[in-house]
């Protein structure tokens, strides 16, 4: 009996290693950011996972200054998280700045 358990414990230890992976790892958000042609590092996602930040507000509010043909950085929006602003709001701003022709920055 005990014969057909040992060859399953690496099998085991390797799911559990995988589902850590992605547990840790937003990977899905990350083939949604190049999908959306947004260059965004799965390091980057990991590192905003480490410094707690979360990565779909940041990921999503890139994506969508990046649809609306604005150019923020990454970083930009992350800091700005970090000092406690909405970057949804932000970018939500930005756009309506840029629609109303107003020369707006994210500065």
Known sequence: MIELLVP??????????????????PVGLW?????????????????????????????SALIKATKAGLSVSIDKLEAHFLAGGDVDRVVDSLIAAERAGLNLTFE
Do not use: D
């Open 8 to 25: 399953l414990i690496p099998i085991i230890v390797v799911i559990f290693i995988i589902y850590i992976f992605f547990q840790f790892i």
């Open 31 to 59: 083939i949604s950011a190049i999908a959306a042609g947004v260059k965004v590092g799965i390091f980057t996602l990991v590192g905003m996972r480490l410094r707690r930040v979360p990565p779909h507000k940041i990921v």
